[in-house]
């Protein structure tokens, strides 16, 4: 005679497969989310990608914590869409982000040395922030959503403010046009910057955060002030001919 199955065996079986495939279809998603990487006060790289799980190499050449810290040079698979796995992913296509080295000598996850020539140090590390704040967990345990603003720059501690630049993508040759800049610190606060530094502009931004921009021809504006991290880029074009530019939002956050 056949063997009869108990019906809440059968079931958990059903779940444990549901379970699994469930696991895997979220491991294989790509989410899409915003990257900034500034090194050395410079602007590394500012695109928009989508990431899930990825494959990245660890370096020998990862040494910034000490020694007995260096990568292993094997490839490390970082699973689901995180902060440091889009960081992996940018750097497979984007060569100012290249050498990423990558240490997996700790239990606790991967460390990042280096990204684009720009290396840690006993006195600057790679800060991460994810939508403006600092998230205090290893890039690759923060999981990414769709529409995240992720930035990595090596800073000393404590780390400084991000700026962050808000700026119409098109304007009229001619016709300055206004500009805001916001400060966020490591707990995420926005408030406006005063003080800062735009391109284009002549003056310096007032307390609301805000000031005017001239520029003859299409340019790209950041904001700058003192040892804050340099905020997002924002190119505009600028014509005489109202239809030669595309119409954009706002650019900025």
């Not at 910034?64 to 889009?86: E, N, P, R, V, W």
């Not at 780390?159 to 610190?185: C, I, K, M, Q």
Request: proline share 7%; glycine share 12%.
């Amino acid at each position: 005679m056949p063997r009869l199955i108990p019906f809440r065996l059968v079931a958990a079986c059903a779940l444990a497969l549901i379970l699994v495939a469930s696991t895997a279809a979220i491991a294989a998603a790509k989410v899409p989310a915003e990257l900034r990487v500034v090194g050395g006060g410079k602007q590394l790289v500012e695109e928009t990608l989508k990431t899930g799980t990825v494959s990245v190499p660890t370096s020998h050449k990862a040494t910034c914590f000490g020694k007995g810290t260096a990568g292993s040079g094997k490839a490390a698979t970082i699973k689901g869409a995180t902060a440091l796995g889009l960081l992996g992913q940018a750097a497979k296509t984007a060569g100012s982000l290249q050498p990423l080295l990558l240490t997996d000598a700790f239990d606790f996850g991967l460390g990042i040395c280096g990204v684009g020539g720009y290396k840690a140090t006993s006195k600057l590390s790679w800060y991460l922030k994810v939508n403006h704040k600092n998230p205090e967990l290893g890039g690759d345990a923060v999981k990414l959503k769709a529409g995240d603003e992720v930035l990595w720059a090596l800073e000393p501690y404590p780390y400084p403010n991000e700026l962050s630049l808000v700026a119409p993508t098109s304007a009229t040759a001619g016709t300055p046009f206004d500009v805001r800049v916001f400060s966020d610190n490591d707990k995420g606060k926005h408030k406006p910057a005063a003080g800062a530094t735009v391109t284009g502009a002549a003056n310096p931004t007032d307390a609301q955060g805000r000031t005017t921009v001239s520029v003859d021809g299409s340019a790209t504006l950041v904001a700058t002030h003192g040892k804050d991290i340099p905020s997002n880029q924002i190119p505009v074009c600028v014509s005489t001919l109202p239809d030669k530019c595309p119409v954009g939002p706002v650019g900025g956050t």
